[in-house]
């Protein structure tokens, strides 16, 4: 069935709440595993201390894929979410959605911190979001920056074996 082909563990009982089936379960991807249980602590945290809208930043991924969790789970923007869905709602402004993917994923991987800079202060970023997902779409070194040349300019505010959240300090 379609929900064992995309997850695998917990099989959770019926409820109302939305993010219950994280618990103990792993999501295949093509591109890797994703521990949602990793995911989701993180989830809990920045739903338990960001205050307000801020926008973040998290990975972009083909439609129907894990891409957009935080976002979706926390209420919080990002910088963009599903790529077919942004286009439907945003029609006249198609090429505006896949530029602001190609970003995401500049920010992401390269290694030029004024680069990485230059797009999270264009886009307001505030949060940047680094979960398993992340770490199996962009290159090791790009994602790497993060806690070593841009740590002048990221607080690493939550940080598990599995997941890291950064704020980004530069904005205001």
Known sequence: DRLRDRFEGNVTPMTLDGAAYMEGTTYRDAKGNVDLEADFEGIQWLRANVVGSPIILEANTPTYRWGG??????????????????EQQRWDYRPD???????????????DTSVALELLIKYNVQYVYLGQLE??????????KFSDSMSPYLDNVFSTNE???YRVNTIN
């Open 69 to 86: 969790r935080v976002s979706i789970y926390t209420g919080l923007p990002s910088v963009v979410g599903w790529r077919w869905h942004q």
């Open 97 to 111: 959605v896949g530029r602001r993917i190609s970003d995401v994923s500049k920010i992401f991987n390269t290694l």
């Open 135 to 144: 770490r199996n779409y962009y290159e090791d070194d790009g994602i790497a």
């Open 163 to 165: 997941v890291d959240v």
